[in-house]
Protein backbone atom coordinates (compact mmCIF):
# COMPACT_ATOMS: atom_id res chain seq x y z
CA UNK A 1 0.00 0.00 0.00
CA UNK A 2 1.19 3.36 -0.94
CA UNK A 3 1.46 5.96 2.14
CA UNK A 4 -0.22 9.10 0.43
CA UNK A 5 -0.04 12.32 2.52
CA UNK A 6 -2.87 13.67 0.35
CA UNK A 7 -6.42 12.37 0.26
CA UNK A 8 -6.55 11.20 -3.75
CA UNK A 9 -10.44 11.12 -3.25
CA UNK A 10 -13.09 8.00 -4.28
CA UNK A 11 -15.16 10.23 -6.30
CA UNK A 12 -12.08 11.51 -7.73
CA UNK A 13 -10.47 7.73 -8.50
CA UNK A 14 -13.67 6.93 -10.57
CA UNK A 15 -14.52 9.94 -12.15
CA UNK A 16 -10.83 9.47 -13.43
CA UNK A 17 -11.33 6.13 -14.53
CA UNK A 18 -14.15 6.90 -16.22
CA UNK A 19 -12.91 10.11 -17.90
CA UNK A 20 -9.52 7.68 -19.49
CA UNK A 21 -11.71 5.24 -20.08
CA UNK A 22 -13.89 7.19 -22.31
CA UNK A 23 -9.98 8.90 -23.72
CA UNK A 24 -8.89 6.07 -24.39
CA UNK A 25 -11.58 4.45 -26.97
CA UNK A 26 -11.09 7.57 -28.49
CA UNK A 27 -7.57 7.38 -29.07
CA UNK A 28 -8.09 3.95 -30.07
CA UNK A 29 -10.78 5.22 -33.00
CA UNK A 30 -8.07 8.24 -33.72
CA UNK A 31 -5.31 5.32 -33.52
CA UNK A 32 -7.20 2.83 -36.13
CA UNK A 33 -8.81 5.83 -37.72
CA UNK A 34 -5.05 6.91 -39.09
CA UNK A 35 -3.73 3.20 -39.77
CA UNK A 36 -6.98 2.58 -41.86
CA UNK A 37 -5.79 6.15 -43.42
CA UNK A 38 -2.51 5.06 -44.19
CA UNK A 39 -3.65 1.74 -45.58
CA UNK A 40 -5.88 3.82 -48.32
CA UNK A 41 -2.97 5.93 -48.80
CA UNK A 42 -0.50 3.49 -49.66
CA UNK A 43 -2.59 2.14 -51.96
CA UNK A 44 -3.77 5.38 -53.92
CA UNK A 45 0.34 5.78 -54.03
CA UNK A 46 1.53 2.51 -55.29
CA UNK A 47 0.77 3.16 -58.52
CA UNK A 48 2.24 6.14 -58.79
CA UNK A 49 5.49 4.79 -57.11
CA UNK A 50 5.80 1.81 -60.30
CA UNK B 1 34.09 10.68 3.33
CA UNK B 2 33.78 10.34 6.63
CA UNK B 3 29.79 10.79 7.96
CA UNK B 4 28.36 14.60 8.61
CA UNK B 5 27.12 14.42 12.03
CA UNK B 6 25.60 17.91 12.71
CA UNK B 7 21.97 18.35 14.39
CA UNK B 8 19.66 19.08 11.30
CA UNK B 9 16.59 22.42 11.11
CA UNK B 10 14.01 20.40 9.38
CA UNK B 11 12.78 22.59 6.77
CA UNK B 12 9.34 23.82 8.03
CA UNK B 13 7.24 23.20 4.67
CA UNK B 14 8.71 19.58 4.96
CA UNK B 15 6.49 17.72 7.09
CA UNK B 16 3.27 16.01 5.49
CA UNK B 17 4.89 13.52 3.50
CA UNK B 18 6.03 10.44 5.33
CA UNK B 19 8.10 9.58 2.76
CA UNK B 20 10.98 12.02 4.20
CA UNK B 21 11.71 15.37 4.68
CA UNK B 22 13.93 18.69 3.52
CA UNK B 23 16.43 19.51 6.81
CA UNK B 24 19.21 22.07 6.56
CA UNK B 25 22.44 21.61 8.43
CA UNK B 26 25.68 24.28 8.41
CA UNK B 27 24.04 25.95 4.85
CA UNK B 28 23.78 22.99 3.05
CA UNK B 29 20.15 21.56 1.65
CA UNK B 30 19.65 17.98 2.01
CA UNK B 31 16.39 15.69 1.60
CA UNK B 32 15.67 12.56 4.12
CA UNK B 33 14.76 9.48 2.25
CA UNK B 34 12.65 7.49 4.92
CA UNK B 35 12.69 3.50 5.16
CA UNK B 36 9.10 3.20 4.49
CA UNK B 37 10.70 4.43 0.58
CA UNK B 38 13.59 2.76 -0.11
CA UNK B 39 11.86 0.49 -2.52
CA UNK B 40 10.36 3.23 -4.82
CA UNK B 41 14.09 5.37 -4.32
CA UNK B 42 15.95 2.25 -5.61
CA UNK B 43 14.04 1.98 -8.50
CA UNK B 44 13.88 5.23 -9.04
CA UNK B 45 17.50 4.35 -9.72
CA UNK B 46 17.70 1.42 -10.88
CA UNK B 47 14.71 1.82 -13.64
CA UNK B 48 17.06 4.67 -15.55
CA UNK B 49 14.06 7.20 -14.75
CA UNK B 50 16.71 9.22 -12.12
CA UNK B 51 18.86 9.32 -15.13
CA UNK B 52 16.64 9.89 -18.23
CA UNK B 53 15.19 12.74 -16.04
CA UNK B 54 18.38 14.32 -15.08
CA UNK B 55 19.50 14.42 -19.07
CA UNK B 56 17.03 16.67 -19.99
CA UNK B 57 16.97 18.84 -16.41
CA UNK B 58 13.43 17.95 -15.33
CA UNK B 59 14.31 16.52 -12.38
CA UNK B 60 16.91 18.39 -9.98
CA UNK B 61 20.34 16.04 -9.81
CA UNK B 62 21.22 14.97 -6.36
CA UNK B 63 24.31 12.96 -4.80
CA UNK B 64 23.88 10.15 -2.11
CA UNK B 65 25.77 11.64 1.09
CA UNK B 66 26.66 9.80 4.75
CA UNK B 67 24.60 11.51 7.41
CA UNK B 68 24.29 10.45 11.08
CA UNK B 69 20.90 11.92 12.28
CA UNK B 70 20.46 11.50 15.81
CA UNK B 71 17.03 11.50 15.87
CA UNK B 72 15.95 9.49 13.31
CA UNK B 73 15.94 5.97 13.26
CA UNK B 74 13.32 5.39 10.10
CA UNK B 75 16.00 7.06 8.15
CA UNK B 76 17.24 5.09 5.07
CA UNK B 77 19.44 7.48 2.86
CA UNK B 78 20.13 11.03 2.77
CA UNK B 79 20.86 12.94 -0.25
CA UNK B 80 21.91 16.50 -1.28
CA UNK B 81 20.28 17.61 -3.93
CA UNK B 82 21.68 20.62 -6.49
CA UNK B 83 20.41 23.79 -4.89
CA UNK B 84 18.06 26.16 -6.88
CA UNK B 85 18.97 30.25 -6.58
CA UNK B 86 15.36 30.47 -5.46
CA UNK B 87 12.61 28.93 -4.33
CA UNK B 88 9.32 30.78 -5.77
CA UNK B 89 5.19 29.39 -5.17
CA UNK B 90 2.91 28.97 -7.55
CA UNK B 91 0.70 32.44 -6.50
CA UNK B 92 4.06 34.43 -7.66
CA UNK B 93 4.10 33.11 -11.16
CA UNK B 94 2.51 34.14 -14.47
CA UNK B 95 -0.01 32.29 -16.20
CA UNK B 96 3.10 31.18 -18.61
CA UNK B 97 5.16 29.89 -15.57
CA UNK B 98 1.74 28.16 -14.01
CA UNK B 99 1.32 26.13 -17.42
CA UNK B 100 5.34 25.39 -17.84
CA UNK B 101 4.99 23.88 -14.23
CA UNK B 102 1.77 21.96 -15.38
CA UNK B 103 3.31 20.46 -18.62
CA UNK B 104 6.82 19.44 -16.66
CA UNK B 105 4.47 17.48 -14.21
CA UNK B 106 2.79 16.01 -17.61
CA UNK B 107 5.42 15.18 -18.89
CA UNK B 108 7.33 13.69 -16.00
CA UNK B 109 4.08 11.84 -15.31
CA UNK B 110 4.62 10.33 -18.52
CA UNK B 111 8.57 9.25 -18.39
CA UNK B 112 7.68 7.54 -15.35
CA UNK B 113 5.19 5.65 -16.29
CA UNK B 114 7.16 4.56 -19.18
CA UNK B 115 9.83 3.42 -16.62
CA UNK B 116 7.20 1.29 -14.73
CA UNK B 117 6.96 4.37 -12.01
CA UNK B 118 4.19 7.19 -11.11
CA UNK B 119 3.54 10.30 -8.79
CA UNK B 120 2.13 10.36 -5.59
CA UNK B 121 0.94 13.52 -6.50
CA UNK B 122 0.55 16.71 -8.55
CA UNK B 123 1.89 19.62 -6.22
CA UNK B 124 2.44 23.03 -8.19
CA UNK B 125 5.20 23.53 -5.18
CA UNK B 126 6.90 20.69 -6.71
CA UNK B 127 8.16 22.62 -9.57
CA UNK B 128 10.65 24.97 -9.92
CA UNK B 129 12.47 27.28 -12.17
CA UNK B 130 16.19 27.11 -12.97
CA UNK B 131 17.89 30.10 -14.98
CA UNK B 132 14.56 31.55 -15.04
CA UNK B 133 12.72 30.19 -17.87
CA UNK B 134 13.33 26.44 -17.31
CA UNK B 135 10.93 24.46 -15.11
CA UNK B 136 12.48 21.74 -13.29
CA UNK B 137 10.78 19.08 -10.79
CA UNK B 138 12.35 19.38 -7.50
CA UNK B 139 10.47 16.56 -5.41
CA UNK B 140 12.52 13.29 -5.53
CA UNK B 141 10.36 11.28 -3.56
CA UNK B 142 7.18 11.51 -5.56
CA UNK B 143 7.65 8.49 -7.54
CA UNK B 144 6.65 5.34 -6.71
CA UNK B 145 6.56 2.13 -8.34
CA UNK B 146 3.50 1.37 -10.97
CA UNK B 147 0.91 -1.22 -10.15
CA UNK B 148 -0.70 -1.51 -13.05
CA UNK B 149 -4.37 -1.06 -13.06
CA UNK B 150 -4.22 1.92 -10.29
CA UNK B 151 -5.56 5.10 -10.78
CA UNK B 152 -3.56 8.78 -10.79
CA UNK B 153 -3.56 9.97 -6.75
CA UNK B 154 -2.87 12.86 -7.74
CA UNK B 155 -5.61 13.88 -10.18
CA UNK B 156 -6.89 16.16 -7.96
CA UNK B 157 -4.49 18.04 -6.91
CA UNK B 158 -3.54 18.33 -10.27
CA UNK B 159 -6.80 19.53 -11.57
CA UNK B 160 -7.15 22.30 -8.50
CA UNK B 161 -3.44 22.95 -8.49
CA UNK B 162 -3.20 23.81 -12.48
CA UNK B 163 -6.25 23.14 -14.42
CA UNK B 164 -8.75 25.00 -12.63
CA UNK B 165 -6.64 28.62 -12.35
CA UNK B 166 -5.21 27.76 -15.68
CA UNK B 167 -8.60 27.61 -16.65
CA UNK B 168 -9.95 30.32 -14.97
CA UNK B 169 -7.11 32.43 -16.09
CA UNK B 170 -8.06 31.40 -20.03
CA UNK B 171 -11.46 31.94 -19.87
CA UNK B 172 -12.09 34.70 -17.22
CA UNK B 173 -8.48 36.75 -17.20
CA UNK B 174 -5.56 36.18 -14.99
CA UNK B 175 -6.10 38.23 -11.99
CA UNK B 176 -8.38 34.74 -11.15
CA UNK B 177 -4.78 33.28 -10.57
CA UNK B 178 -4.50 35.18 -7.54
CA UNK B 179 -7.09 32.66 -6.15
CA UNK B 180 -4.19 30.83 -5.37
CA UNK B 181 -3.24 32.86 -2.81
CA UNK B 182 -6.01 32.14 -0.80
CA UNK B 183 -5.33 28.67 0.16
CA UNK B 184 -2.40 26.34 0.09
CA UNK B 185 -4.61 23.87 -2.59
CA UNK B 186 -4.87 25.93 -5.84
CA UNK B 187 -8.09 26.87 -6.42
CA UNK B 188 -10.65 24.48 -5.25
CA UNK B 189 -12.93 22.55 -8.07
CA UNK B 190 -16.17 23.73 -6.87
CA UNK B 191 -15.41 27.07 -6.65
CA UNK B 192 -14.19 26.60 -10.34
CA UNK B 193 -16.82 25.04 -11.76
CA UNK B 194 -18.59 27.76 -9.92
CA UNK B 195 -16.82 30.59 -11.55
CA UNK B 196 -16.35 29.23 -15.49
CA UNK B 197 -18.25 30.46 -17.77
CA UNK B 198 -21.54 28.36 -18.38
CA UNK B 199 -20.53 27.32 -22.20
CA UNK B 200 -16.95 25.90 -20.86
CA UNK B 201 -19.78 22.97 -19.65
CA UNK B 202 -19.54 22.34 -23.75
CA UNK B 203 -16.17 22.25 -23.96
CA UNK B 204 -14.83 18.49 -23.14
CA UNK B 205 -11.90 18.90 -20.93
CA UNK B 206 -13.31 21.73 -19.05
CA UNK B 207 -16.52 19.64 -18.52
CA UNK B 208 -14.93 16.29 -17.54
CA UNK B 209 -11.81 17.40 -15.44
CA UNK B 210 -13.93 20.43 -13.65
CA UNK B 211 -17.20 20.54 -13.91
CA UNK B 212 -17.91 16.88 -13.74
CA UNK B 213 -14.96 16.14 -11.53
CA UNK B 214 -16.34 18.36 -9.02
CA UNK B 215 -20.13 17.49 -8.64
CA UNK B 216 -18.56 13.77 -8.44
CA UNK B 217 -16.20 14.24 -5.52
CA UNK B 218 -18.93 16.38 -3.91
CA UNK B 219 -21.58 13.37 -4.97
CA UNK B 220 -19.01 10.64 -2.85
CA UNK B 221 -17.62 12.87 -0.32
CA UNK B 222 -20.81 12.27 1.71
CA UNK B 223 -20.64 7.98 0.99
CA UNK B 224 -18.80 6.47 3.60
CA UNK B 225 -15.17 5.53 2.13
CA UNK B 226 -15.31 1.72 1.60
CA UNK B 227 -12.28 -0.21 2.60
CA UNK B 228 -11.48 -1.94 -0.46
CA UNK B 229 -9.49 -0.84 -3.42
CA UNK B 230 -11.80 -1.27 -6.00
CA UNK B 231 -12.68 2.32 -6.45
CA UNK B 232 -11.61 2.92 -10.35
CA UNK B 233 -9.02 0.62 -12.07
CA UNK B 234 -7.67 2.08 -15.23
CA UNK B 235 -4.95 0.17 -17.42
CA UNK B 236 -2.23 1.52 -18.51
CA UNK B 237 -2.52 2.66 -22.21
CA UNK B 238 -6.20 4.51 -20.86
CA UNK B 239 -3.84 6.63 -18.31
CA UNK B 240 -1.14 7.62 -20.64
CA UNK B 241 -4.03 8.41 -23.26
CA UNK B 242 -5.48 11.02 -20.67
CA UNK B 243 -2.06 12.12 -19.58
CA UNK B 244 -1.64 13.11 -23.60
CA UNK B 245 -5.20 14.32 -23.20
CA UNK B 246 -4.03 16.57 -20.27
CA UNK B 247 -1.62 17.69 -21.69
CA UNK B 248 -2.66 18.73 -25.50
CA UNK B 249 -5.60 21.09 -23.40
CA UNK B 250 -2.84 22.62 -21.26
CA UNK B 251 -1.12 23.64 -24.52
CA UNK B 252 -4.21 24.97 -25.83
CA UNK B 253 -4.47 27.50 -23.12
CA UNK B 254 -4.01 30.86 -23.14
CA UNK B 255 -4.73 34.10 -21.77
CA UNK B 256 -7.93 35.68 -21.92
CA UNK B 257 -7.42 38.24 -24.71
CA UNK B 258 -9.67 40.65 -23.17
CA UNK B 259 -7.34 40.94 -19.79
CA UNK B 260 -6.31 44.27 -19.92
CA UNK B 261 -3.56 45.72 -16.84
CA UNK B 262 -2.37 49.13 -15.91
CA UNK B 263 1.49 48.33 -16.86
CA UNK B 264 1.29 46.12 -19.76
CA UNK B 265 2.39 48.31 -21.74
CA UNK B 266 4.33 50.61 -20.33
CA UNK B 267 7.51 50.34 -22.55
CA UNK B 268 5.52 51.14 -25.02
CA UNK B 269 4.96 54.59 -23.50
CA UNK B 270 7.35 57.10 -24.21
CA UNK B 271 9.40 58.21 -20.68
CA UNK B 272 12.74 58.50 -22.45
CA UNK B 273 14.29 59.48 -25.65
CA UNK B 274 16.61 56.99 -27.08
CA UNK B 275 19.74 58.88 -25.72
CA UNK B 276 17.79 59.04 -22.49
CA UNK B 277 17.51 55.17 -22.04
CA UNK B 278 20.71 54.24 -23.39
CA UNK B 279 22.49 56.91 -21.16
CA UNK B 280 20.25 55.36 -17.99
CA UNK B 281 21.17 51.68 -19.60
CA UNK B 282 24.83 52.75 -19.09
CA UNK B 283 24.69 54.01 -15.48
CA UNK B 284 22.72 50.97 -14.28
CA UNK B 285 25.43 48.47 -15.49
CA UNK B 286 28.29 50.65 -14.47
CA UNK B 287 26.66 50.97 -10.64
CA UNK B 288 25.66 47.01 -10.45
CA UNK B 289 29.73 46.38 -11.40
CA UNK B 290 30.54 48.75 -8.43
CA UNK B 291 28.48 47.21 -6.00
CA UNK B 292 29.16 43.60 -8.16
CA UNK B 293 26.03 41.92 -5.99
CA UNK B 294 25.61 37.73 -6.62
CA UNK B 295 21.40 38.04 -5.70
CA UNK B 296 19.60 41.48 -6.85
CA UNK B 297 15.78 42.60 -6.21
CA UNK B 298 14.16 44.56 -9.41
CA UNK B 299 11.75 45.65 -8.53
CA UNK B 300 8.72 47.20 -10.57
CA UNK B 301 10.58 45.75 -12.76
CA UNK B 302 8.17 45.41 -15.60
CA UNK B 303 9.08 43.44 -18.45
CA UNK B 304 12.28 42.98 -17.23
CA UNK B 305 14.85 44.88 -19.55
CA UNK B 306 16.77 46.12 -16.49
CA UNK B 307 16.80 42.73 -14.95
CA UNK B 308 17.99 40.92 -18.16
CA UNK B 309 20.94 43.69 -18.60
CA UNK B 310 22.76 43.17 -15.10
CA UNK B 311 21.84 39.26 -15.22
CA UNK B 312 24.85 36.72 -15.75
CA UNK B 313 25.57 33.66 -14.84
CA UNK B 314 27.07 34.11 -11.04
CA UNK B 315 24.56 36.82 -10.27
CA UNK B 316 20.61 36.18 -10.61
CA UNK B 317 18.05 38.86 -10.51
CA UNK B 318 14.73 38.56 -8.69
CA UNK B 319 12.46 40.82 -11.56
CA UNK B 320 9.32 41.67 -9.54
CA UNK B 321 6.41 43.15 -10.42
CA UNK B 322 2.51 43.44 -9.18
CA UNK B 323 1.35 42.95 -13.47
CA UNK B 324 0.81 39.57 -14.20
CA UNK B 325 1.04 40.60 -17.89
CA UNK B 326 4.47 42.65 -17.55
CA UNK B 327 5.25 39.33 -15.71
CA UNK B 328 4.00 37.14 -18.38
CA UNK B 329 6.12 39.40 -21.12
CA UNK B 330 9.23 39.34 -19.28
CA UNK B 331 8.98 34.95 -18.92
CA UNK B 332 8.65 35.09 -22.20
CA UNK B 333 11.82 36.99 -23.10
CA UNK B 334 13.98 35.46 -20.44
CA UNK B 335 12.54 31.70 -21.85
CA UNK B 336 13.57 32.73 -25.10
CA UNK B 337 17.62 34.08 -23.99
CA UNK B 338 17.65 31.49 -20.95
CA UNK B 339 18.63 34.66 -18.54
CA UNK B 340 19.26 34.01 -14.99
CA UNK B 341 16.08 36.03 -14.23
CA UNK B 342 13.48 35.00 -12.59
CA UNK B 343 10.11 36.96 -13.84
CA UNK B 344 7.55 37.06 -10.23
CA UNK B 345 4.69 38.45 -9.34
CA UNK B 346 4.82 40.79 -6.51
CA UNK B 347 3.17 43.96 -4.74
CA UNK B 348 5.78 46.03 -2.89
CA UNK B 349 2.97 47.39 -0.88
CA UNK B 350 1.44 44.13 -0.35
CA UNK B 351 4.27 41.77 -0.24
CA UNK B 352 3.83 37.78 -0.39
CA UNK B 353 3.13 36.46 3.48
CA UNK B 354 4.47 33.79 5.19
CA UNK B 355 1.53 31.66 5.14
CA UNK B 356 0.26 27.76 6.19
CA UNK B 357 1.38 25.46 8.78
CA UNK B 358 2.44 27.80 12.00
CA UNK B 359 2.88 30.59 9.15
CA UNK B 360 6.50 29.29 7.95
CA UNK B 361 5.03 26.30 5.42
CA UNK B 362 5.31 28.73 2.47
CA UNK B 363 7.79 31.64 3.49
CA UNK B 364 7.31 35.18 2.62
CA UNK B 365 10.04 36.27 -0.03
CA UNK B 366 12.85 38.22 1.95
CA UNK B 367 13.01 34.75 4.13
CA UNK B 368 13.77 32.85 0.40
CA UNK B 369 15.74 35.49 -1.22
CA UNK B 370 18.70 37.62 0.41
CA UNK B 371 19.61 40.06 -2.11
CA UNK B 372 22.81 42.23 -1.98
CA UNK B 373 21.40 45.03 -4.04
CA UNK B 374 17.47 46.40 -4.58
CA UNK B 375 16.90 48.45 -7.80
CA UNK B 376 14.33 50.73 -8.10
CA UNK B 377 13.45 52.56 -10.96
CA UNK B 378 11.00 54.59 -11.56
CA UNK B 379 9.10 53.35 -8.91
CA UNK B 380 9.26 55.48 -6.02
CA UNK B 381 7.08 58.00 -7.12
CA UNK B 382 4.43 55.24 -7.37
CA UNK B 383 4.81 54.39 -3.70
CA UNK B 384 5.16 57.37 -2.31
CA UNK B 385 2.53 59.41 -4.19
CA UNK B 386 -0.15 56.98 -5.47
CA UNK B 387 0.15 54.25 -1.72
CA UNK B 388 0.98 57.33 0.20
CA UNK B 389 3.77 55.67 1.75
CA UNK B 390 6.38 58.17 3.35
CA UNK B 391 10.07 58.11 1.83
CA UNK B 392 11.37 56.98 5.50
CA UNK B 393 9.02 53.94 5.28
CA UNK B 394 10.56 52.48 2.09
CA UNK B 395 14.38 52.98 2.79
CA UNK B 396 12.95 51.65 6.19
CA UNK B 397 12.28 48.35 4.52
CA UNK B 398 14.34 48.54 1.30
CA UNK B 399 17.53 48.66 3.80
CA UNK B 400 16.07 45.53 5.88
CA UNK B 401 15.93 43.91 3.11
CA UNK B 402 19.42 44.43 1.12
CA UNK B 403 22.45 46.63 1.90
CA UNK B 404 22.66 48.42 -1.39
CA UNK B 405 19.91 50.66 -3.33
CA UNK B 406 19.95 52.23 -7.09
CA UNK B 407 16.81 53.92 -7.03
CA UNK B 408 15.37 56.43 -9.89
CA UNK B 409 14.75 59.96 -8.58
CA UNK B 410 11.78 61.54 -10.72
CA UNK B 411 11.62 64.92 -10.10
CA UNK B 412 8.55 66.84 -9.30
CA UNK B 413 7.64 68.56 -12.44
CA UNK B 414 7.97 65.43 -14.73
CA UNK B 415 4.94 65.23 -16.88
CA UNK B 416 4.55 60.99 -14.86
CA UNK B 417 4.48 62.75 -11.68
CA UNK B 418 2.01 65.59 -12.31
CA UNK B 419 -0.39 62.89 -13.82
CA UNK B 420 -0.63 61.22 -10.74
CA UNK B 421 -3.17 61.28 -8.14
CA UNK B 422 -3.29 64.68 -6.10
CA UNK B 423 -2.80 62.77 -2.60
CA UNK B 424 -1.05 63.96 0.79
CA UNK B 425 2.09 61.93 -0.62
CA UNK B 426 2.44 64.36 -3.47
CA UNK B 427 2.02 67.62 -1.97
CA UNK B 428 5.37 66.57 -0.25
CA UNK B 429 7.35 64.89 -2.87
CA UNK B 430 10.57 66.72 -3.45
CA UNK B 431 13.97 65.70 -3.47
CA UNK B 432 14.83 67.70 -0.39
CA UNK B 433 12.48 65.03 1.89
CA UNK B 434 13.42 62.19 -0.49
CA UNK B 435 16.54 63.07 0.82
CA UNK B 436 15.73 63.47 4.06
CA UNK B 437 13.47 59.99 4.33
CA UNK B 438 16.63 57.71 2.44
CA UNK B 439 19.80 59.14 4.08
CA UNK B 440 17.97 58.21 7.55
CA UNK B 441 18.95 54.31 6.72
CA UNK B 442 21.68 55.23 4.09
CA UNK B 443 24.63 57.08 2.61
CA UNK B 444 24.83 58.46 -0.79
CA UNK B 445 27.61 56.54 -2.66
CA UNK B 446 26.67 58.17 -6.25
CA UNK B 447 24.53 60.58 -7.81
CA UNK B 448 24.10 60.59 -11.81
CA UNK B 449 21.98 62.69 -14.00
CA UNK B 450 20.03 60.48 -16.90
CA UNK B 451 21.22 62.45 -19.45
CA UNK B 452 18.54 64.12 -21.65
CA UNK B 453 16.00 64.17 -18.96
CA UNK B 454 16.09 65.61 -14.85
CA UNK B 455 15.82 62.44 -13.55
CA UNK B 456 18.46 61.37 -11.34
CA UNK B 457 20.10 57.72 -11.00
CA UNK B 458 21.36 57.02 -7.28
CA UNK B 459 23.69 54.61 -5.54
CA UNK B 460 23.24 54.05 -1.70
CA UNK B 461 24.86 52.27 0.52
CA UNK B 462 22.96 50.87 4.28
CA UNK B 463 24.70 52.80 7.23
CA UNK B 464 25.31 50.11 10.06
Known amino acids: MILLYLDPGIGSAIIQAIIAGTIGVFYTIKLYGARIKSLFKRKKDEPNKN | ?127 QFRNGGNPIFIDTLSFTIYKEGQTWAGYKQFCEHFLAPLSLGSFLGVE ?30 TFMHIHLHSKTVEFYSSKRKPQTEKEGKISK ?72 LIADERRHVLSLDIDPLAVEKNYGYVKEINSNVYPLIFALTNPTPSIGWANKEREKLTNRSKPDLIMALALIHHIVITHNVPFIEVAKYFSSIAEWLIIEFVPADDDKILSLPNTAGKRTYNRENFDRGLLHYYKLIADHKIEGSDRRLLLLRKTV
Not at chain 2, 99 to 125: P, Q
Not at chain 2, 177 to 203: E, F
Request: with cysteine; aromatic share 12%.
Open chain 2, 237 to 308: RNLVAMVDQLSSFVTGLNINKKTKTQWQDYDKETHYSEKSRNNKATLVKELVAQVAPRAVWDIGANDGFFSR
Open chain 2, 176 to 205: YLSLWKSSLDGVSLPMASQLLPWYTNLLPS
Open chain 2, 1 to 127: MSPIKIEPQNHPASFRDPSGYIFESEGVLYRNINAICADDYNFLLSSGLAQTLFANYSLVPHDEVEFIQQNNSNSYKVIQPQRLPLISYPYEWCFGQLKDAALLTLNVLKVALDHGMILKDASAFNV
